[in-house]
């Protein structure tokens, strides 16, 4: 039987978020059932369509489900779908993007008959703050959240991809929060009942360099395409064939660059150490680098990269990933039927070995039900509970404990989820190698000064946690970490494949010490990858996704969106496969390994050119910052310096309220101007029009002007400029923490909440080894005696070493 196919889930209304929460739970077995009108769920009819008129983007988002059709007009319809509803365990609500004529729902009535029902209702803000209500797309929507303005050439416009993105970000968050649930229904807790923004949820990405500016100052601007702060270079480079993602971010990685490209002056160069001091000579250093590059192929480079352990990939256009062999056969491209025709998309990526997900499916036709051989015997509790039990109980996973032995940003953000939803989760460092998040720095004055307890990203990520240290090249600290396993529930690490098998760690003997461990590794391509050893960062995950090649212009290189994209991507990714994991273990009593290669976490976003790729071939299309489907669509210059303004017109009405706004209501009532291919014609020329109106105004007073007239609108913001962000002050999003070297310093909340307000951040992150004794006395017993002689030892400890100091203690360790 499939992990989740006890579970029954209702999908109402129409968004990609939904859709998209709903389809991971149909990846593992469960029985999806989404409610339509008779017309079908407007999503069938989203660019860019298949050959056949059928929608690339809904058939990856809606694989493996039923259809019902419920017409609201008639008699029965809010009967029909209450009594589908009250025989469900989850009900994920995509009303607040577009209702979709869905027949009414008393949902506090339910509830009341169900105690035991999970709600996630979605909406693109919140149903409080400055933006409530506002309408919206996917672009205007990541505009807002920070995640345009950074990209493209400096003067201008942001470059961004069309669509694709909020939706496969907050379709996982609604995941975790509905899978959380049921995890904590089994534990005998009632349903819960959760709100997602979909705007929150896409903060996951730009959180990093939000906190980065609260740290070191505002330092973030758009420095040009493929080039962003706070490291150089990252980016992409051209080859004598093909593309090549090329990151440096340690300086070791920086000098093995230019050894690979015989550029010693450049390696030896003092004022190259860092990659913020590379930043001030970009133009320097790509003049001497760029050529040389193109002296050989992409794949050349890649496997001389190997070698030399830095992280450079080759850049795959869409037609690449088709003929990708082992991403076949891991389920990262999988087989979907749209109606008659056959073609590929985007697969789970949540890879559980022992409990795997369906690999591919078909879409359902409207009204379809789709039969599986393995569904269970579903079954509902009718018991009747008072209102206020529905929301009794603690957090989804307390009691849970997870060892977290990641760093950077993926796994941490993995292991914060699961802390900030009521795990206990230790972390694990050691006063030798820290999370590489707290500074790449080991020169004496940063060490000696303990700035690698002041970096702003360490801190978000690691909240909620508690800290220890154990040196794992040492048998002591490995068999005190053995003991800690045995307790626990989960481990997350995102080390390279070889490291934890190596400290004597391996998966067969974590089954041994405890065969219910839920082990997640997020290595970048896979543990049993022909790339397995290719060294990787968020950068590199994204320039080897396929997505690149898919955003800018045509006759222009790939385009990166963000300086580390698959990070946050990855481990949002992580978490879900997770709490499918620990679900089948605590039936089960079977804890499992999940393979996750975090590359391909990043192939959804290129979902709908995968598939029409398959069916129809050819190159993809390259829309700039134009759109498949919504004419006008685009980035528009405001006053004031580098102020631009996302603005879309989705549909004919919106279309006519904006060019009466824009001051043109002769377009608004031009017959000839009602298709969005008509308009697509003179689209050059509406964007002039839309230029014109916004260039002398605010951007600020344009957003809100054009919301009032009900067009979609959303001002690119710095991710920076959110650290004030009104709306997400309303909303109470930013929570105030002390920690001892920083003070009181914001942290972001997590976008799904049970009631009005987010969850509390209950502390901040852990100084380096600040819960040893806590740990190896309370958990593990050990004497007060035995931890001071851990510390002689330099198992444990509470400062980190420096470059010099390190040197030492290898030698007195060997």
């Known amino acids: 039987m499939e992990v989740l196919s006890h579970l029954r889930v209702v999908e109402v209304g129409s968004s990609a978020a939904t859709s998209y929460c709903a389809r991971l739970f149909a990846d593992f077995g469960a029985d999806v059932q989404k409610i339509e009108p008779r017309a079908g769920d407007p999503l069938r009819r989203s660019a860019p369509l298949a050959p056949s008129g059928l929608s690339a983007w809904f058939a990856f988002l809606n694989f493996n489900k039923s259809s019902v059709i419920i017409d609201a007009t008639e008699p029965d319809a809010a009967t029909r779908l209450t009594a589908l509803i009250e025989d469900c365990d989850i009900l994920v609500d995509g009303r607040n993007v577009d209702s979709a004529n869905c027949p009414y729902i008393d949902i506090v009535a339910i509830r009341q008959r169900r105690p035991r029902l999970i709600y996630l209702e979605a909406s693109w803000f919140g149903h409080e703050g400055a933006y409530a209500g506002f309408a919206a797309t996917d672009s205007t929507v990541r505009a807002l959240a920070g995640l345009v303005k950074l990209v493209g050439p400096v003067a201008g416009p942001p470059l961004h991809a069309p669509d694709f993105q909020t939706g496969i970000l907050a379709g996982l968050w609604g995941f975790i929060a509905a899978a959380s649930s049921a995890f904590a229904r089994m534990q005998g807790g009632a349903g819960r009942s959760w709100s997602l923004s979909i705007l929150e949820s896409s903060l996951a990405v730009s959180e990093y360099q939000m906190f980065e500016a609260f740290g070191r100052g505002d330092m973030t601007r758009r420095i040009g395409i493929n080039r962003f702060w706070p490291t150089f270079p990252v980016g992409i480079y051209e080859t004598r064939k093909g593309w090549l993602g090329v990151t440096t971010v340690t300086l070791a990685q920086w000098r093995a660059f ?238 390279s494949v070889d490291v934890l098998p190596k400290l004597g760690l391996g998966c067969d003997v974590l089954r041994t010490l405890n065969p219910r461990l839920v082990i997640i590794s997020m290595s970048a391509f896979g543990t049993n990858s022909v790339h397995r050893n290719c060294r990787a960062y968020g950068s590199t995950l994204e320039q080897g996704s396929g997505l690149p090649s898919v955003v800018g212009s045509a006759d222009g290189p790939p385009v990166m969106s963000h300086i580390a994209f698959g990070d946050a991507v990855g481990g949002l990714n992580g978490c879900a496969a997770v709490l499918v994991a620990l ?102 020329v509406i964007e002039r029009g839309i230029q014109a109106w916004t260039r002398p105004r605010d951007a600020d007073r344009a957003m809100f002007e054009l919301q009032a007239a009900r067009v979609a609108a959303g001002v690119a913001r710095l991710p920076s400029e959110l650290l004030n962000d009104r709306h997400l002050k309303a909303r109470a999003f930013l929570q105030e923490v002390e920690r001892p070297f920083i003070g009181l310093h914001p942290q972001p909340s997590m976008p799904i909440r049970e009631g009005g307000r987010p969850y509390v951040i209950r502390a901040a992150a852990p100084t380096l080894g600040q819960h040893n004794g806590e740990i190896l006395s309370g958990l593990l017993g050990l004497s007060e005696a035995e931890i001071a002689q851990l510390a002689r030892e330099g198992i444990i400890g509470t400062k980190m070493l420096s470059e010099a100091e390190l040197v030492e203690s290898r030698k007195v360790s060997h």
């Not at 491209?333 to 008659?340: A, D, N, W, Y």
């Not at 009204?367 to 509902?380: D, K, M, P, S, Y």
């Open 583 to 684: 679900s089948h273990a605590r039936n089960t009593g079977k804890g499992q390994f999940i393979d996750l290669a975090q590359i391909e976490c990043m192939m959804p976003f290129a979902a709908p050119w995968i598939t029409l790729h398959s069916i129809g071939g050819g190159p993809s299309i390259r829309y700039g910052n134009r759109h498949p489907q919504f004419v006008p669509h685009g980035c528009f210059r405001c006053s004031g310096e580098d102020n631009w303004i996302m603005v879309a017109a989705t549909d004919e009405d919106m279309w006519r309220r904006l060019a009466v706004l824009i001051g043109r209501p002769d377009w608004a009532a031009d017959a000839s101007l009602k298709s969005e291919e008509a308009r697509r014609s003179i689209e050059d």
């Open 258 to 495: 230019c050894d690979m490209l015989g550029l010693f002056e450049l390696r030896d160069d003092p004022a190259l150490v860092l990659g913020a001091d590379r930043l001030q000579h970009m133009e320097k250093i790509e003049r001497q680098f760029m050529p040389r590059l193109k002296t050989r192929t992409a794949q050349e480079w890649f496997a001389e990269g190997l070698k030399r352990k830095i992280p450079i990939v080759p850049v795959p256009e869409i037609s690449d990933l088709l003929q990708d062999a082992e991403k076949k056969a891991r389920g990262a491209i999988v087989p979907v039927l749209l109606g008659e025709e056959e073609g590929l998309t985007a697969g789970s990526m949540q890879r559980l070995t022992s409990t795997p997900p369906r690999r591919g499916g078909k879409i359902p036709a409207p009204g379809e039900q789709q039969v599986f051989a393995n569904t269970r015997t579903h079954l509902i509790g009718t018991e009747s509970v008072s209102s206020g039990d529905i929301e009794a109980g603690g957090l989804p996973l307390q009691g849970i404990r997870v060892i977290d032995f990641s760093m950077g940003w993926a796994g941490p953000l993995c292991a914060r989820t699961l802390a900030d939803l009521g795990a206990d989760v230790i972390k694990i460092e050691a006063i030798q190698y820290p999370d590489w998040w707290r500074g790449v720095d080991r020169r004496p004055a940063y060490v000696h000064g303990q700035m690698y307890e002041m970096t702003p990203e360490f801190c978000i990520m690691n909240r909620n946690k508690r800290g220890i240290t154990l040196d794992l090249t040492r048998p002591q600290g490995v068999a005190l970490a053995k003991r800690l396993l045995v307790g626990a529930d989960i481990i997350v690490d995102n080390y």
